[in-house]
């Protein structure tokens, strides 16, 4: 009998032994593939800047040359002013529909805040489509209704007005979600203290409210800031004669076929961006908790006066944002804006067109789903191993730095990187090049970070007893892992998904440069349709991408509405 257990736990050691082993050698693997697919890349494009057109290296003649031109630099001081402007405009509208979403009690804030999130869905070229309907030489305002006011409404659009407008309504939605969040979490024992103290609403607002929202803010400041710095699709619509770095990138590579001259850009392109994303992980490290245990939600009192200002302000901003989706709808529908407005289905005739019929947009479809499917589980996977695996502290260290390293990155930084990089004929992997493979592994790339970040989360969240419990009841790490993380995740890993999909869906400047004749995306045919001047085509399009994102959120929405309530059956009693 003593022999009998001395080989029973021989074999339990000899198997967690085993079982550590490849956990090990899983987190080495992890750490292979980021350097393969994010810091070997960027490497690639960093030494294209070194080299002239041949290959040969010439140090930093084009950084000489690119500070010697007055156009290249003129598109950074461009780039500069327009992020500045949308910053400065998307932040305040921002914080005051926030405002208006958690601390009132208006009717109806589902709705506006359902409203508010439409620009998610759609493709940034689509908000530059919009104002051209709206705005344009032809535009709803700018001919006063088609002539029936006595008075027209014209904006210099095409140039750095419409560029702000159309980043501001990218921007705005993502400033929205950072400080609902910031706003929602607060303690009302300070308010309460600075009404004792005879404090007004002003007041208030600045001494308590401001403070308490401060990271939040800066947060929302460095994403306003980052996004329309880097963004493609509005300067390319609406940006006219009017450079930024974004479409310099382009001009460079597939106008004058400079790509030494691309990969400076790029880089010029990356350095604001990344220490943008270093102050915000500086700021958010050193944020501080306003709520604690003994914290008091906040009250909303009965105010007639400012629930009017708030519905005015939501309302006005809702308003605004249907108008955008409604001139896209609206032309999309009709023969030929604005002369014969009669209704058509001519437009969704893709066969005539650039894109050359439906194929483009179900291939994004499989772009898409493909990269929903393969990105969530990597990226889940990659979350635990760095999370809950205890070995390599170094290694680790370096996997999350890579994990989070694409979310200061521009996308057409990533996919001007793939190109130096898997297009080199010494490359084993260039056999990917030109295929599908690549679009799915560039969109995995450039969205990476926040499913990381939330799988992360999601993982600290959980007790570390389920581990401590499993390996006492001598249960694998791989049962655990099915049977009790991946179930208690699957929210959190569906809400990854429908992220990845919806961005997949929308997103242009990862995949501009990588696509091929024979494999089309709908995002990149909306460009190509509104330059070859099929407007109302490429708003055709752009609607059908936003109806599909907008049918997955709400069955997301639909579906985890009831698993969430399963999910936490377990804590009734």
Sequence with gaps: MKSKGRMLRTREVTAAGSGQNVVKLLLLLTLLALVVVIALPLVAMFRQAFVDIDGAWIGFSNFVQYVQSKSLLQSALNT?????????????????????????????????????LLPLFAPTMMHGIAL?????????????????LPFEWRIPLYGPVGIVISEVVYTLPQAFLILCAGLAVSDYRLYEAAESMGASGPRKLWTVTLPSVKYALLSAIVICFTLSFTDFGAPKVVGGQYNVLATDIFKQVVGQQNMSMGAVVGIVLTIPAIAAF????????????????????????????????AYAYASLIAAFMLLLIGAVVTASIVKKWPYDLSFTWSNFDFSNAAAGG?????????????????????????????????????????????????????????GLSFIYFFNHPDNPLHFIYGTMAILVLANIVHFFSVPFMTATATLKMMDKEFDQVSESMNVSRLRTFFRITVPLSLPAILEMAVYLFVNAMVTVSAVIFLYSSDIKLASVMIVSMDDAGDTAVAAAMSVLVVLLNVFVRAAYELGTARLRRKMSAWQKR
């Design 80 to 116: 500069v002013s327009v992020s500045a402007a949308t910053t400065a405009i998307s932040v305040p509208l921002a914080f005051g529909l926030a405002y208006v979403m958690t601390r009132t009690d208006i009717k109806g804030k589902g709705l506006f805040k359902a409203l508010m």
């Design 132 to 148: 051209t309907y709206l705005f344009g030489h032809q535009g709803m305002f700018s001919t006063g209704l088609f002539g029936l």
């Design 278 to 309: 270093i102050v915000d992980r500086i700021v958010t490290r050193r944020q501080q908790a306003y709520v604690t245990s003994k914290s008091v939600p906040y009250a909303v009192k009965r105010n007639r006066l400012r629930n009017a200002i």
């Design 358 to 414: 439906y194929e483009p947009f179900w291939t994004s479809v499989q772009v898409a789903i493909w990269t929903a499917v393969i990105g969530t589980v990597v990226t889940f996977l990659v979350a635990y191993l760095i999370e809950n695996v205890k070995v390599y502290r170094k290694i680790r260290q370096a996997a999350y730095f890579l994990s989070i390293l694409p979310l200061a990155l521009p996308g057409l930084v990533i």
